[in-house]
């Protein structure tokens, strides 16, 4: 059977293949496995290319969450605004700092943070919020900024858009963000890896201490800390993908354009729910994510993995109603739209190297699901 996968890792990795090659060679050599002269550079160009003054380097995206939290002054006790749709790292991350997540409801079209909903949910022990870039697209961090008190920060959870800006700002402009390198992000590493940005030096100096056990030389501890550090391999392999990541987010933003020409017979039928841009963004579309309606997701997700297609939901249910979250005291019902989305949602296969005829395929066997 002809695989179309959700993510092709493979024929990303065929176009850095020799650059990896001879940079690991270079990391070999010089035997320098953890930071070094490979993570000085992606570091600068990734900043660069963000537009920010400041990218470190770290070991994940969760931890990239938590050490922009933590820089940014959160502690135990504390109160964080995350979304209720989103991976369950970015909720992990406020409570492994010792903070408890509250959560908010998301916008129905975008399914990205709904500024009204993170607002109303702010509270005296509130101390920061975490709008999630998800899907490829920016939340809008503009609106929180002007509504929310001094002493309440914005971090910005951009693990899932490298790349994207929203009225011409990109994530950590201005503030600070986190993002993952994990093997299927737009930016994806050979393994786990992320990264803080910020235009704040006095943040990005602390995220650097904390996460190399609390000091920025050896034997040197000034804050209590941890390790989460960016290796010399993982910097090679970043570096070359980055040099192709502005044409791979515009072929995204091409299939992207072709799905939802595809689709619009469907859409038009009401069997599907095309993706929103909200007003503002350029959108780098790390997943392509319709609703469908009138059916059986799960069942369709089956029928479409049986015929090779690579589909997949993000994510199967919101942070409220996850075990480890039931702590928390929220109930179904309580973020209606997260809920909905999260019955409704299927991400379809988009990575830069997708045809037109596998786009077809997709659609073609997604009609033919969507039938029964």
């Not at 070999?28 to 920010?52: I, N, P, Q, S």
């Not at 007003?279 to 369709?300: E, F, K």
């Not at 809920?339 to 395929?361: F, N």
Request: net charge negative.
């Amino acid at each position: 059977m002809n695989q179309i996968p959700l993510v092709d890792l493979k024929a990303a990795h065929e176009e850095v293949a020799d650059e990896v090659r001879a940079g690991f060679e270079r990391v070999l050599a010089g035997t320098a496995f953890v930071g070094g002269e490979e993570v000085r550079l992606f570091e600068r160009a990734y900043a660069d290319f963000g537009g920010v003054a400041t990218c470190v380097g770290v070991a994940n995206g969760t931890d990239a969450v938590e050490l922009a939290l933590r820089a940014s002054g959160v502690g135990p006790g504390d109160e964080v605004v995350v979304p209720a749709n989103t991976f369950i790292a970015t909720a992990g991350a406020v409570a492994r700092i010792g903070a408890r997540p509250v959560l908010a409801d998301c916008l129905p079209g975008s399914h990205l943070l709904d500024p009204r909903a993170a607002l109303d949910a702010v509270g005296p022990a509130t101390r920061a919020v975490v709008p999630v870039h998800l899907y490829g697209q920016m939340a809008d961090v503009t609106e929180l900024a002007g509504h929310l008190p001094d002493r309440v920060r914005i971090v910005e959870d951009a693990a899932q858009c490298q790349g994207a800006t929203r009225d011409g700002r990109s994530p950590g402009s201005g503030g600070i963000a986190a993002t993952s390198f994990y093997p299927g992000k737009n930016l994806g590493a050979y393994g786990d890896a992320g990264a803080v940005l910020t235009d704040d030096e006095e943040r990005a100096a602390l995220v650097r201490a904390i996460a190399n056990h609390g000091g920025v030389a050896k034997y040197r501890h000034d804050v209590p800390g941890f390790n989460s550090r960016l290796d010399g391999l993982q910097a090679v392999v970043l570096r070359a993908k980055l040099a192709r990541l502005a044409d791979g987010n515009a072929a995204r933003r091409a299939a992207a354009a072709r799905y939802d020409a595809l689709l619009a017979d469907l859409a038009d039928a009401g069997r599907v729910v095309l993706p929103v841009t909200a007003p503002g963004n350029v959108h780098v579309w790390h997943l392509y994510v319709v609703q469908v309606t009138g059916a059986d997701r799960d069942a369709v997700v089956g029928k479409l993995n049986a015929e090779g297609i690579g589909a997949g939901v993000h994510y199967p249910a919101p942070v409220h109603l996850t075990p480890a979250y039931r702590h928390l005291g929220y109930s179904r019902g309580d973020f209606p739209h997260a809920e909905q989305a999260a019955d409704r949602i299927l991400s379809l296969p988009l990575y830069p190297q997708i045809t037109p005829g596998q786009q077809q395929r997709v659609v073609d066997t997604l009609a033919d699901a969507l039938r029964g």
